[in-house]
């Protein structure tokens, strides 16, 4: 199984070469692992003590955030590594200032694994959620270096829990401690002879709650809001923004509105203003003139966690496509939460479907009818809004129990 697996690292890394020129992802994927020994070496001398934390793609390290922040401000003797496979991760953090180093990770071969690990030398090291590479974790098991699992989620579809899967379950055996979001993930691994396994919670809970901590005052949407109700879509794509201009066409006076979309070029947002009917401005050209607009369109990236703070109701996007985007930063607020069909992959959104706090729509008439009973019931908008809040909090305090269990 060694052998195809190393060989499957080998085509997959020739194919990002080989479309690297007609394809950007590509491009930066491999653009972005040139050199990267030298990056290694000119920040991490001999005699440091370093903790390497790889992150898949940017949604994991949002989640890891609160652990390395909390490993930064208790662990100050320590440098940090921090790594990424995606360029959607590393292009958009790699100033991250928490982090002595931020690169790429190189591919998982022998050699790879070998040379990064030798030098940079961790003292420990943490993987967020799920990145399974065999020659870096077989590497640090090696060596004796603990390997940490953070934010674990796991599936009985998984090839862990086959009968073909003992290539990969030798994988999960090599960490030094497993720390899972939810009761099922627990069983299924210590179903499979998995030992260190600890149920600490989602780190996100964590997250969000310090964002909305630290969250910025906007005041162009607080003068657009006005005395009003506002709804905010945020990370709409095309299938959520259809359906919800078409509700703003035809109630446009309900509340005001406000889209955060995902793709914010200019060619996605004039479809999204030629969706819409009514008088609506773009954020950056928002002024007390263009007050009386009933729509406003966020056109920058940065300010979507802050700008839940001014909402009444929350739609959050990605519900038709792979999966909706993060429900939590709104919910923390206290605020209902709406969204798209594909969401059972998703812990915390079917949490909260169970609980109250928010809906889901399939049609422009599951939206009518969700959106109409929040706004003629005020005692249902609050049981939802109360149950979106606790439910944060109650989940919140995972990067506590880690933080315990990697310093004991």
């Not at 002879?193 to 969250?215: C, H, N, P, W």
């Not at 169970?354 to 009518?368: C, L």
């Not at 049981?383 to 809040?389: D, K, N, V, Y």
Request: glycine share 8%; aromatic share 14%.
């Amino acid at each position: 199984m060694i052998i195809i697996y190393n060989l499957g690292i080998l085509i997959f890394s020739a194919i990002a070469r080989l479309i690297s020129p007609f394809n950007s992802r590509a491009s930066l994927w491999v653009k972005g692992r040139k050199n990267w020994a030298e990056k290694i070496a000119d920040k991490i001398k001999t005699g440091d003590r370093v903790i390497w934390i790889h992150c898949a793609s940017l949604g994991e390290f949002e989640q890891g955030r609160p652990v390395i922040e909390a490993i930064r401000k208790e662990m100050p003797a320590f440098k940090i590594v921090l790594t990424f496979f995606s360029p959607s991760g590393y292009e958009i953090r790699k100033n991250y200032n928490n982090a002595d180093c931020i690169s790429y990770l190189p591919s998982d071969t022998p050699g790879n694994a070998g040379k990064f690990i030798d030098m940079v030398r961790p003292e420990f090291v943490i993987f967020v959620k799920y990145e399974f590479w065999n020659n870096y974790i077989s590497k640090l098991y090696r060596n004796k270096i603990p390997l940490y699992l953070i934010s674990g989620i796991f599936r009985p579809g998984q090839h862990f829990f086959k009968w073909y899967g003992s290539f990969f379950r030798n994988m999960l055996k090599k960490f030094e401690k497993i720390f899972v979001q939810d009761q099922q993930s627990y069983d299924l691994l210590t179903g499979i002879g998995i030992e260190k396994v600890y149920l600490a919670g989602d780190t996100r809970f964590d997250r969000v709650i310090q964002i909305a901590g630290s969250a910025k005052v906007i005041t162009k949407i607080e003068q657009f809001r006005g005395t009003e109700k506002l709804f905010l879509a945020g990370s709409s794509w095309k299938q959520d923004e259809e359906i919800i201009a078409e509700y703003i066409n035809q109630f446009p006076s309900k509340m005001k509105w406000v889209f955060a979309p995902h793709e914010i070029d200019k060619s996605n947002i004039e479809r999204l203003e030629k969706l819409i009917k009514v008088k609506s401005v773009r954020f950056s050209e928002y002024n007390e003139v263009s007050a009386d607009a009933r729509v406003l369109i966020i056109d920058n990236i940065g300010m979507l966690s802050s700008a839940y703070r001014y909402a009444y109701i929350a739609a959050v996007g990605g519900g038709f496509g792979r999966g909706i985007h993060n429900i939590l930063e709104p919910a923390c607020w206290g605020i209902p939460v709406i969204f798209g069909p594909r969401h059972k992959n998703f812990k915390e959104a079917v949490n909260l479907l169970s609980a109250g706090g928010a809906k889901s729509f399939r049609t422009f008439d599951d939206f009518r009818r969700n959106l109409d009973l929040w706004l003629s019931d005020e005692k249902i908008y609050t049981i939802s809004a109360e149950t979106a809040s606790k439910y944060v909090k109650e989940n919140a305090g995972a990067t506590g129990i880690i933080i315990k269990e990697i310093s004991n």
